[in-house]
């Protein structure tokens, strides 16, 4: 072959400029196939490519679908198993009266009603129900929705139906008389298990509790809401748990520049609880115990005796106050063995802190409940042929 027809394009191919060195006639191949095959079929090959890449996306949809539907369905399981068995499980929730939307929220955050104490408020305070929501005794279940806390809590419902107010300066006795007269809980058992303290949980006075053969003293007065079914046990046990939380704050620090164990000042409050009847008179009571003991005389406290023979209304006979016991402090020296009542906050607070005075004697002065106060023997007698029958 020679050169020239070596160089000459093929037939119906254009010649090449001959200008400067001869350019291939074709251009390189970028390894796509022939830069000359019909239009047609290449066509046809990217439509086919297209094609399968569609059906490909499509096909991972499909797949993505399903996984997402198999995902919800577990999830949508697992939620409801989890929901269920939360609900399964409920706590008792004690509301007491006077507390506030912000205590009420903090409590349901502690039991683990609710998740946020901060958003129970502002759920309370946007339906305008801070003073709405009514005290007692609930069993709220786990993974209850916030809206029906407040509903239930707004209305009442779920609390329970026995409501047990127990006044201050009640003797166990006293109270089981209250709990017969009302029907609902035997007074008889209260009295009985109240003598028990090993049954229950003695709380701590002054940071620690005190060993002791009665619960007298330590039954917290105030209003209770008891479930239906409630006993003497619950009852005692809610009084028990209050007389903890409700006295903590208390300055038991002081009962040790007064001679005093914060037991001891339990008993010195039960025998305020007994005499005083005006508020401002209790840390007056509290100097002439504190001025008897130190004078080591009798504190002749009439209640003691009361206590003693359980007979809290009549006059007292001259045998009854002969009666042989260590609870007769006109006979014995010193503070009775245990508690004969149950005291409040203020009469333990006056125990805690007594009225400077140097009074040795106290005696009825009018009907209303106030007393007369003297350190002198002479006046105390005199006042006393002037007091108002008892």
Not at 105 to 124: M, P, R
Not at 138 to 166: A, C, H, K, P
Not at 175 to 197: F, N
Not at 285 to 295: F, P, Q, S
């Amino acid at each position: 072959m020679s050169d020239t027809s070596k160089d000459r394009a093929p037939a119906g191919r254009p010649e090449q400029p001959q200008y400067g060195p001869a350019d291939p006639w074709y251009a390189q191949s970028s390894g796509r196939g022939a830069p000359w095959e019909p239009r047609g079929r290449r066509r046809r090959r990217w439509i086919t490519r297209i094609l399968i890449v569609l059906v490909f996306v499509a096909g991972i949809s499909a797949v993505a679908a399903v996984v997402e539907r198999g995902i919800d369905w577990v999830r949508g399981r697992t939620t409801t198993s989890t929901t269920q068995a939360a609900r399964s499980v409920s706590v008792k929730v004690v509301i007491d009266p006077g507390m506030s939307a912000t205590d009420i929220g903090k409590l349901l955050e502690e039991q683990g009603v609710i998740d946020s104490s901060a958003a129970f408020v502002d759920l309370v305070n946007s339906r305008g129900s801070g003073n709405k929501l009514h005290p007692g005794t609930y069993q709220f279940s786990l993974g209850l929705e916030l809206l029906q806390v407040v509903d239930d809590l707004e209305q009442g419902r779920g609390s329970s139906t026995i409501r047990l107010t127990i006044p201050e300066g009640m003797a166990a006795g006293q109270v089981a008389d209250l709990l017969a007269a009302d029907g609902s809980i035997k007074g008889d058992t209260y009295v009985e298990l109240s003598g028990q303290p090993a049954k229950f949980i003695v709380p701590e006075v002054g940071g620690s509790a005190p060993k002791v053969s009665t619960l007298e003293g330590l039954l917290f007065p105030s209003t209770y809401f008891l479930l239906q079914g409630d006993g003497p046990t619950e009852l005692i046990g809610a009084q028990l748990t209050a007389f903890e939380a409700k006295t903590a704050s208390l300055p038991w620090d002081k009962a040790s520049a007064l001679g005093m164990t914060p037991y001891e000042i339990v008993i010195v409050a039960s025998l305020i609880e007994k005499e005083a009847n005006i508020a401002d008179e209790r840390a007056k009571v509290a100097a002439v115990i504190y001025n008897r003991l130190k004078g080591n005389m009798t504190l002749g406290i009439d209640a003691t005796v009361r206590y003693a023979l359980n007979k809290w209304t009549g006059p007292l006979t001259s045998e009854d106050l002969e009666v042989d016991s260590p609870y007769n402090t006109r006979k014995v020296k010193g503070l009775p063995p245990a508690p004969i009542s149950s005291p409040g906050v203020a009469a333990l607070r006056a125990a805690l802190e007594p009225a400077e005075a140097d009074y040795l004697y106290y005696v009825l002065s009018d009907a209303a409940g106030h007393h007369f106060f003297t350190a002198s023997y002479e006046e105390f007698l005199l006042a006393k042929k002037n007091a108002p029958p008892q």
